[in-house]
């Protein structure tokens, strides 16, 4: 299919692990992206992974890159009440393609 | 200054009224992005501008105009919209057009058309 797709929500535990999923289109785009978007607000680019690349970390955030597959993921370790947000997968093609985004929510 | 800065915040108007959406960025970016995103769904791209020059249209109504004064400002001018134009519009810029497009996101414009 054309879509960016994602599952729409995700509960997670304070202090637990969150893996968020998305599986793109496009086996030759350059490059996957993480946004974050907090209510009220723009989205902000949290990571992203060249396309030659399996895995990225950065802090607490891990990306894995399956290309056969085009699945990608995005790992928030420790989640934090702060972590709350809706997260986009995205791809480049000849334009940013969006996923529709997956709201986390963080359980006490 | 990594920021994307757009203004107004709010903005509601009539269908008859005309306004503009402003947005600025001084991190040298060569392109401008205008974006539309609906409650609950991903922005959907609305015009490219790069080197202050169009490049991308998504076949968006007249009633939306863009303008790139300089490299640094992005307008976005509003006339005869319809309810259905009520949404928040964001803005974003990026180092360099093409394939690797980190894009930096403004906090958007909550258009409401009575």
């Known amino acids: 299919g054309e879509d960016v797709e994602q599952s729409l929500f995700l509960s997670v535990r304070e202090g637990d692990s969150s893996v968020i999923n998305c599986t793109y289109t496009?086996?030759?785009?350059?490059?996957l992206y993480w946004y974050k978007q907090e209510p009220g607000a723009g989205l902000q680019l949290l990571t992203y992974?060249?396309?030659?690349?399996d895995m990225k970390q950065d802090q607490r955030l891990t990306v894995l890159l399956n290309k056969k597959d085009k699945h990608l993921s995005l790992r928030i370790a420790d989640t934090q009440t702060g972590d709350s947000a809706i997260y986009f997968c995205?791809?480049?093609?000849?334009?940013?393609?969006f996923g529709k985004g997956t709201r986390l929510h963080i359980l006490p | 200054d990594t920021e994307v800065t757009q203004t107004p915040k709010h903005l509601v108007m009539g269908m008859t009224n005309k306004k503009s959406l402003k947005c600025e960025q001084h991190?040298?970016?060569?392109?401008m992005y205008w974006y539309k995103q609906k409650a609950k769904k991903p922005p959907e791209l609305m015009f490219v501008y790069s080197y202050e020059k169009l490049s991308i249209n998504e076949s968006v109504p007249s009633r939306f105009s863009p303008e790139c004064p300089n490299s640094s400002l992005l307008n976005l001018h509003l006339h005869a919209l319809q309810p259905e134009d009520s949404a928040l519009y964001l803005c974003?810029?990026?180092?360099?057009?093409?394939?690797?497009?980190?894009?930096?996101f403004g906090s958007g414009t909550q258009l409401s058309v009575l």
């Open positions: 496009d086996s030759s785009s350059t490059y």
């Open positions: 991190m040298g970016h060569r392109a």
């Open positions: 995205a791809e480049s093609r000849s334009k940013i393609i």
């Open positions: 992974i060249f396309s030659n690349m």
């Open positions: 974003a810029s990026s180092p360099l057009p093409g394939n690797d497009e980190k894009l930096f």
